[in-house]
Structure formats: C-alpha cells, structure tokens
C-alpha cells in the first residue's frame, strides 16, 4: 500500500463508486464517480485513473485521477450507485433520485430519467408536502429501490415513470441504508439500530423479520451483504462498531467488533476476494480487515509474480477462495483473533465519508476534499 | 487605542443611493449585512424601500476562489500536523521539524499557485484572465515573504550559511534566467546570441559561477581573440571561495582565502587585463562588488533584494544576521535611487530583514486579502517561540487573534466550516466560545450533516450545543409528522420535557385512530423510557396492549390497573384506561380480583367527581356527556358484575 494517490477537488466528496467492469472482461476498474455534498453547487462527476499510456521509468503509473466529465446535481448527493455501465443513479437530500447517462464519446453526462417526489414528509394535518433527503439506493437491473429520512422504501423501474412499490412508513425512524438480500428481499438499517428485511412478495408495510442491536438503539449507517454468502451481512454503526449477521438465524449479531472511533459510513465486502472487508469512518480513517486464514501464504503468493503479475495472481487467489469460503470466515467466532486490521491513509484527516472497492484498486472521498485513489491493495 | 494603518476600503452598494436612503447594517459570522431601511423622514410618505435586496458583504472573499479552496485544504492537514509536534522536541530535532513543516506551507502555495497560472493561461475571457494572474502574482509574493521569513526567524541561519540561503531564495523567485538561458543556448550561435552577455551576466549576478564559466568557454571557443581573457575571467570563477554545506573549514579561514582571491580579482582589474573587452571587465567589477557596476544592470537584477544579495555575495559574503538590515536598507536606498517609493512587499521585506517579526505580520495583514497567510506564519512562528511576550490589547495573543479571524471566515463559508472547527480547538483562550457561537448556526438540512456537527459538539462535550442541535431536528421531525424521529432525537437529547410532548402526540393519535404507529420504535424503548414519566407510561402502555393481544389477560390486568393507582398515567388518559379494562371485565372468567375491582371502582369515582360543572353547554358538549354518561354506566355495571364474580370466586377458593 505505498502507492496511494491524493488529489485535492475543491468540493467535499461525499460518495465514491468504480464503474463496474463488464463480467467475464479482463478489464481492471479505471473509472469512478463521485458526488459532492454542502456545496452551493452539487456535482455527480466522472473520473478516470487511465494510464493514458504514460508509464513512468520506474513501470509505475504516472499522475493521478483525471476528471472526465461532470454535470450539477440538486441538491447533495446522499448515495450513488453504478446502475450498468453507463448510468448512474443518484440520491439527493431534496428527495430527488436521478439517473445520469454517460456519453464516453463526447464525455458527457445527461439527465436521464428522474423521479421528483420520490421522498417527502407531510405535514401535520396539512396537505402540503416538504421534501425529504434520500438516504440510501441499491440497484439491481433493472430495478433500484431507494430509502429516506422520510421511513418510505421505493422500489422504481428504470423503464416506469412512477413507482413500481411504495410502502409507506416502513420506519418511524430514518432509514440510512438498503441492500439486496436475495431478489426480491431487501434489507434495510435505520437510526435506532435495527435491521428489518423485507419481501416484496408480501403486501402490507410490515417488514418480515427486524434482527438488532440490543438496549442501546445505537444507529447504523451502512451495511453489506457477503458477495457469495447471501445470509451474511455486515454493519457500521455510530458507535463505529462493525457488526456481523446471519440473516438465516437469531435477532442478534453474530459478532461485534470494536472498530472505529465515531460513525462508521461505509462497509464494503472485497467483491471478489470477500475475506477482506473495508470500512471507513467520520474520523478520518479507512481500514483494510484482513479475515483470510493463510496471512503469510497468501501474501507469499502476491509477491512471486511481483508488480507486473498482480492481476493474475490476484485471479489465481480468487480460484482459491471459491473452495475455502464454504464456511465463512466471518461467522466463525474465532475470526476476531486472525482478523489483520491495516489503516489504509497516511495521515488521519477529517471524515472519510465513501469509499469503494473493485479487484486490486481502492477510491475513497473525504471532508477535506480529496480523493484517494490505489491501485495496490493487495501488494 | 492605536491609529488607523491605513485608510478603510469603501465598498459600493449598487441600487442605493445613500444620500437619501437610509440604510442600516448587522454583522453575521464574517461578514455584514447591509439593507435599507423602510423608516423615512417625513416628507417621504411612501414605507417601502426602493430596494428590496439585503446585501451581504464578504470580508474574506479569497475563500469563494475554487483553487485557493486546495490551499485551505492542504494546508488544514499541516497545521493539524504542527499542532500536534511533540512539546519535548527541542534543539536541531525540532528545529529541522519546523523548517519542514515551513516547507511543506511552501509547497503548498507553490503547488496552487502553479495551476493557478495555468487556469489564467487559459482563461479565454482577459478579466478573469487578469484577476488570476494578479492572484498568482500574490501567491507568488506570498511565497517570497515566507520563504524569507523561513530563512530568518526558523532557520536562523548563521554568518556563512545565512548568504547561501538567500542565494537559494533570489534564485528560486527571479527565475527569468532559466527562459533565457534556454533562448540562447536553443539558438544555433549562442555567442553570437543578442541576449548572450546578458545571460551571463544575470549568471553571475546569482552567482552561478560554474554555469558562466562554461558560458565563457563558448566564448573562447568562437572568438580566439578574446579566448585568453575569458580564460582568466573562468579561473577567476573557479577559484572563488565558497561555504560549502560539507566542508569543516572555519569562517576566519574562508574570509582570508576570500581576501586574497578579492585582491587578485583587484589586480586583474587594475592591470587592465579585461581592458579589451568591456563585457569582461564589467563582469570582473561586479565580481568585486563594485555597486555602481551593479547598479548599470538593474533590469537585470529587477529587484532591490536581488541587489542586496548579489552586493553581500561579491563584497561581504559573511555577512550577520544582524548586518543585514544596514545592507537592506542602503541597498534598497541605492536600488531605488529616490525615483520611486517602496511599495508594501519592500516594506514586508525590509521589516524581515530587520527581524521586526510583528511589523511583518501587520504589513502582510494590511496588504493581502485573506487571513490564511498572516494566520499560519504566525502560528509557525510561535511554535518557533518567537512571539511569546507579545499581548494585544484585546483579545488574547497575537497567533490566537489572526487564527480566530481565519477561523471565522471560513465558518462564514457554506461548505469550508468545517476546516475552522480544528483552528478554533487550537485557540486556548476564545476558541471554545467562538465555536459554540458559530456552530449553532450552521444550516442543517440533513440528518447525515446534523449528525457531523453533533459528533464536532459530541467530541468537545459542548453539551448545551448538543441538546439545542437535537432540539431543533426533534422539532423539524414533528413538523413534519415524523414522530419516531422526534422521540429518537430526544432521547439523544435527555430532553424529558420534549419527550413528554411527542409522547402525548402518540397517545393523541392512539385516541384517535385506535391503534398506535411506530411500533417498532415504541416496543423497544428499552431504558430509554425512563426519561419522563409519559414516554414511561407510553411505553408501559403499548406493553399492556402487547400482553392482551398475547392473552396473558391478568398481567395485563394488574399492569393496568398499576398505570393508574401509581400516578404514571395522566389523569386525562384515566377514562381511556378504564374503558380498556371493560373487555376484561366482560371476561367469562374473573380477572381483576376483587381487591383490583375496588381501587378500579374507586379510580372511576375519583375522576366522575372532579369532573367540573359547564356553564352553558353546546349541542356538541351534550351529546358528548352523554355518550361520557353511558360509557360510566357501563363501567359501573361492569366492575358491579366483576365484583360480584370476584368476590363468589375467592369465597369458593377459600372455602375449598
């Protein structure tokens, strides 16, 4: 992790995502997007860390993320997310979801398709409505569900002009993040520490199962689910906790995890390599958690083909990993003990607000308005 | 109180005129607010202003610049790092921390000023195009104090190494040299080039000895007349005694190697060994310090400290530290020559060299348009203990002062505040205040923001801040009929008394609608509920709602009746507690004992007699007292019936 690339933006960054890489290509990420938050001006923004053919005499990779192309958004951008290669849907606090179209052969991005109204609080007794901010998205093609402040779960079609699924009230609280479970079950997290799934086979706005935190109603930001293991889900919640669950079984986590020292924003599951785990925190760090078994092996492995093999000893680990992770290595309680925890950033700023993961390369955007980008994860 | 430094900068207020209106104005967190007002003197009849604008005026406007946001930015981490360099560092190790701390500033202001440069290259329209370059032309002054003040107050370099610096310094900052040099040598003649003896020159004004020695050497090599001379001129280069960082020689010993290379450089002179060519000799009087020879080339030189340098290089190349202020002066004096004034860089540069640390930090405050740079030179320079007996006549210190000013202004900034939180923490005096003062007026407009400025209050135990914050988005959340919220919010508040009004809101919906929303918070209160006595009794409440829909009739039996005889339940809600027990007194079997039944009976006595006497009762009130007689009759008739069973039942069971 020596080579981690700083670039300053002018604007506080408040999500970071890779484009995803077409599947079966042998492509590694070079694109990204972000968005910016409280600023008079919004952005959801294009970046590309190609290498535009420049190598530098050492055969590293010379400069930094180039900004390809970026349009305004209304509003801050609250969560962003690829939903195929060339659309983005974004989450504003104005209650707005929008999906911006990428035009690589002018570099440009459009408006695509947006729904106005997708969140908003009604007033007491009035009839009036007032926006209210998006907080979370998960987009599965072509289906994208979105939640708020408002406690409303939408699921939308990219193809409908109105909501496919609303329910309602789904939470007293807010509701911070969603994610896939298994189609056609989401899984939500909420401000007063409880997970709720939902299926939306069944009507009526009740969740099917609410697992959480016991007594102390501590709020959780963010979560993911195992890449491979559909039932194992990760949180991060205010206390900067990380918390492991099995979906399949209990109301409790499986195990708690003293992590960071205020809110954890974002968890991520490597999506290939899922025994490694990535957090980031309003206190300005960023984690790499390390739960694979053979520490020593492995690195062993990632070394032999030194810098120019890397991708293909990263898909040879992949290869392993299918059989080893049968049994994962989160649930196991004895985890805590083989977890390797490494602090990815140099120096602690302020809040590391997004991050995001794609086979060796890593970006995340902080409140001091920089992006990091690596491309050596597992060097 | 001290004199005005200067005169006040008057600002336009277009669309007012204000000879006739009358305007009136507020201060906000770093910067004012003007608007006019709507009273009027009495031959005006019309009330309204002419002008129905507020105008805001912004003292700091550099922070509005999207380059100069890098440098806020960039340098926050910086100042963050100095903050935190261990007390116990002293001497060289400490003294090396804080010239690269001093560098990395620079570096910093190098780096923005860079692509600032080239945003104004590309500018397609010429104002913007100007204002970024009188932008980069300040970065680049700025640069030019801080470079010197580096070499002064943090090195503090010694006699010898202090001339080496400041070689350094006027090479780095008048680096016309580099194009030029590049022109001619790009040329197919450079010897014949128009600008080559220029280049040399300028060569040797810096002091590049061994560059113009090869300079010469073309020379020599084009015009065999004069290969001689240059040959000598070159040797002269060569020998000529430098400090060199490696070298263990002593001071004493290179001013002697000094004078005798000086006298030989004299005697070439007075031999006239040059004499056939003037370019030669005039490099060889300039080689002797000669300042009338140095004063011919004064486009070269384009600047008086660049004189000054060259002057102490070629004359007192040992020069103290505390010599240096009798040079800069005549230097200036002679640079100038009584045709212009100084203008405020040579007043900054002049009160450097005369190690005035406070005359510079005024200059620069009076003459740049931000705070950044007096702010964070002087916090360095009081890391380097350099401004410690000095107090203002307000506030506290002078680096508290100057970081308060910064900090305020980029709280005045939507986005940059928070970069000041970490300026204020460093300001042992007024920062605290300063920052409860600002903090509380940050717009939240979302949770995920309330939540950043909660985790700032959180952090410093500003409890006061903290219970304000999550009182203003427990109220948005009720505005907004998002009662869960409100109540989450507080409960992270401890603010019992808002508890209980969003805990009566929930029982008022219940009333209404016969069930309860939000269940999913109100089931799992947990300790929480013990925050005031109404969201107690909500949430005991809900319980007794839980265990009827579970059967389990007697425990939701005595905790009924519990809410009521202990007092938990407000009295207005008794009639709403009572007509929940009816069902379980129409049970087939006996629930409520007859012990329970009495303080039931008595419970529905204690309210029907308060029950106060109407004046004059509408046709809704009637009907309502009515529907209010019949629902006690029932009861009555109820509790009669249970009481009956109650006692039957427990007279059997003792019998038996």
């Known amino acids: 992790m020596e080579e981690i690339c700083a670039k300053f933006v002018s604007q506080k960054i408040s999500k970071t995502r890779w484009r995803p890489v077409p599947l079966g290509s042998l492509q590694t990420a070079e694109t990204f997007a972000t968005g910016s938050w409280d600023n008079e001006e919004n952005h959801v923004s294009l970046w590309s860390i190609g290498d535009f053919g420049n190598l530098d005499s050492d055969g590293g990779f010379e400069g930094d993320h180039q900004l390809l192309c970026d349009i305004g958004h209304h509003g801050d951008v609250m969560d962003l997310q690829f939903f195929d290669q060339e659309r983005i849907v974004a989450a504003s606090s104005t209650g707005y979801v929008t999906i911006f179209l990428h035009h690589p052969n002018n570099q440009t991005l459009s408006v695509n398709q947006q729904w106005t109204t997708a969140h908003y609080h009604t007033g007491p007794g009035s009839p009036s409505y007032s926006s209210a901010p998006c907080t979370g998205i998960v987009c599965n093609n072509p289906e994208i569900v979105t939640v708020g402040e408002d406690g409303r779960i939408n699921l939308f079609r990219a193809d409908h002009k109105e909501a496919v699924r609303t329910i309602d009230n789904a939470d007293s609280s807010t509701l911070h993040a969603v994610t896939f479970l298994r189609t056609p079950e989401i899984l939500t997290v909420n401000s007063i520490g409880q997970l709720k799934i939902w299926d939306f086979r069944q009507q009526g706005n009740e969740p099917s199962q609410i697992l959480s935190l016991t007594g102390d109603r501590v709020p959780l930001h963010c979560v993911d689910r195992h890449p491979n293991q559909q039932h194992v889900v990760a949180t991060g919640g205010q206390d900067g906790m990380l918390s492991i669950w099995d979906v399949r079984q209990g109301t409790m986590p499986v195990s708690l995890l003293k992590a960071h020292e205020a809110e954890m924003w974002e968890v991520h599951f490597h999506p290939s390599n899922p025994d490694h785990l990535f957090t980031c925190s309003e206190d300005g760090s960023l984690w790499h958690w390390d739960a694979s078994t053979d520490v020593p092996e492995k690195s062993s492995l990632f070394h032999q083909g030194g810098r120019t093999s890397t991708f293909l000893s990263h898909s040879i680990s992949n290869q392993a990993n299918v059989h080893q992770s049968l049994i994962s290595s989160w649930l196991t309680d004895p985890a805590k003990d083989r977890i390797e925890i490494t602090s990815l950033l140099p120096n602690r700023t302020l809040s590391v607000n997004s991050l995001d993961v794609l086979g060796p390369c890593l970006v995340c955007g902080t409140d001091a308005e920089a992006i990091y980008v690596t491309r050596q994860l597992f060097s | ?656």
């Open chain 2, 1 to 656: 109180m001290e004199e005005l430094d200067g005169e006040p900068t008057v600002t336009l207020i277009p669309g007012v005129n204000s000879k006739k209106k009358q305007m009136c104005f507020d201060w906000g967190p770093g910067e004012m607010l003007v608007c006019e007002t709507s009273f009027n003197k009495k031959e005006q009849p019309e009330m309204v202003p002419n002008c129905p604008f507020i105008y805001i005026i912004r003292k700091d406007i550099d922070i509005y610049s999207k380059i100069l946001r890098k440098l806020f930015n960039e340098s926050h981490g910086i100042f963050v790092g100095l903050q935190r360099i261990e007390e116990e560092l002293t001497g060289k190790s400490r003294k090396a921390q804080l010239v690269r701390v001093s560098k990395n500033y620079r570096s910093v202001i190098r780096a923005c000023m860079e692509e600032m440069h080239q945003v104004a290259i590309a500018a397609k329209d010429p104002v913007s195009g100007r204002q970024l370059s009188s932008q980069v032309s300040i970065l680049s002054a700025m640069e030019l104090i801080w470079n010197l003040c580096e070499i002064l107050f943090i090195e503090v370099a010694p006699a010898g190494p202090l001339l080496l610096h400041l070689l350094d310094w006027v090479r780095l900052h008048v680096c016309e040299v580099d194009s030029l040099s590049a022109d001619v040598l790009g040329s197919e003649n450079p010897s014949k080039h128009d600008n080559f003896w220029n280049l040399v020159t300028v060569l040797v004004l810096q002091g590049r000895l061994d560059e113009a020695r090869q300079m010469l050497s073309k020379e020599a090599d084009t015009s065999p007349t004069s290969a001689g001379m240059c040959q000598i001129l070159g040797d002269l280069m060569r020998t000529m005694p430098i400090l060199s960082p490696g070298n263990t020689q002593t001071l004493t010993e290179l001013e002697l190697k000094w004078q005798h290379w000086h006298e030989e450089c004299e005697r070439h002179l007075q031999d006239g060994t040059f004499a056939a060519s003037p370019h030669l000799e005039s490099l060889c009087k300039i080689m002797l310090g000669d300042e009338a020879a140095l004063l011919e080339h004064k486009e070269l030189l384009s600047n008086w400290y660049h004189f000054l340098v060259t002057r102490l290089l070629y004359s007192h190349p040992t020069v103290k530290p505390i010599d240096l202020h009798f040079y800069a002066q005549s230097s200036l004096d002679l640079f100038l020559g009584g045709e212009s004034s100084p203008e405020p860089l040579d007043n900054i540069l002049m009160a450097a060299f005369e190690f005035d640390i406070h005359q510079v930090i005024k200059e620069c405050s009076i003459a740049l348009s931000n705070w950044w740079f007096v702010a964070h030179l002087t916090d360095l320079l009081d890391h380097c203990k350099l401004l410690q007996s000095h107090n203002l006549y307000f506030g506290s210190n002078m680096r508290e002062f100057l970081l308060l000013e910064y900090a305020s202004g980029l709280f005045a900034h939507h986005s940059l505040w928070q970069l000041g939180v970490d300026y204020f923490d460093y300001c042992p005096e007024l920062g605290r205040v300063s920052l409860e003062l600002h903090i509380e007026r940050i717009p939240l407009n979302t949770e995920q923001k309330a939540l950043k400025v909660l985790r700032i209050c959180e952090q410093r135990q500003m409890t006061e801040q903290v219970r304000s914050i999550c009182k203003i988005l427990a109220m948005k959340a009720v505005r907004n009929n998002r009662l869960g919220s409100a109540l989450s919010w507080s409960i992270r508040a401890k603010d019992a008394a808002f508890a209980t009004l969003v805990s009566d809101r929930f029982l008022r919906d219940y009333c209404e609608r016969g069930c309860f929303s939000d269940l999913d918070l109100i089931d799992n209160l947990g300790p929480a509920m013990m925050l005031s006595d109404r969201l107690t009794f909500l949430g005991k409440y809900r319980e007794f709602h839980r265990l009827y829909g579970e059967k389990r009739f007697v425990d939701a039996a005595s905790l009924l009746l519990s809410l009521m005889t202990s007092q938990i339940a407000p009295r207005s809600f008794w009639m709403t507690l009572l007509t929940d027990a009816l069902p379980l007194l129409e049970q087939k079997q006996v629930i409520f004992s007859a012990e329970q039944t009495y303080e039931l009976m008595r419970c529905l006595e204690d309210l029907t007699s308060e029950r106060p006497e109407h004046g004059e009762p509408d046709a809704q009130q009637l009907q309502d007292d009515d529907i209010e007689t019949t629902k006690v009759e029932m009861l009555r008739l109820a509790l009669a019936r249970n009481l009956a069973g109650a006692i039957l039942r427990e007279g059997s069971l003792e019998g038996s």
